[in-house]
């Protein structure tokens, strides 16, 4: 497993645009994919989005197609989640995600990582 750390949460308002980051430590040589993961208030974990380093595919939920963004820096094992036009029901703490099981059916994405961050919370007001 790795050690991840995010940062860039925060409190805006409905419309505006927000970046995470999040960086990964430790036995870094054999990461694979990394992401992110989110959790409203009473409700479950969801996927968010992902990326495999080995080649160019990044995966995204459909609730936040278009709207999020996720780059990556392969060298360093980090990746960065660029929220744009961001909603209320994206209200959330958002855990940065690597490694474990991953996998595509249809190019829909099937992931159980097996490393977590902390979490870092983003609230969206209307």
């Known amino acids: 497993q790795v050690q991840l750390a995010e940062s860039g949460g925060g409190l805006l308002q409905a419309g505006g645009s927000l970046r995470l980051s999040c960086a990964a430590s430790?036995?870094?040589?054999?990461?694979?994919?990394m992401g992110w993961f989110r959790q409203a208030s009473g409700k479950d974990r969801e996927f968010v989005s992902a990326?495999?380093?080995?080649?160019?595919?990044?995966y995204y939920a459909d609730s936040v197609k278009g709207r999020f963004t996720l780059f990556r820096d392969t060298a360093k094992r980090t990746v960065y989640l660029q929220m744009s036009n961001l909603k209320p029901e994206d209200t959330a703490v958002y855990y940065c995600?690597?490694?474990?099981?991953?996998?595509?059916?249809?190019?829909?994405?099937?992931?159980?990582?097996?490393?977590w961050g902390q979490g870092t919370q983003v609230t969206v007001s209307s």
């Open positions: 995600a690597a490694d474990g099981t991953f996998a595509t059916t249809a190019g829909v994405p099937e992931w159980s990582p097996d490393s």
């Open positions: 430790g036995r870094t040589d054999t990461t694979y994919v």
């Open positions: 990326t495999v380093f080995l080649g160019s595919n990044t």
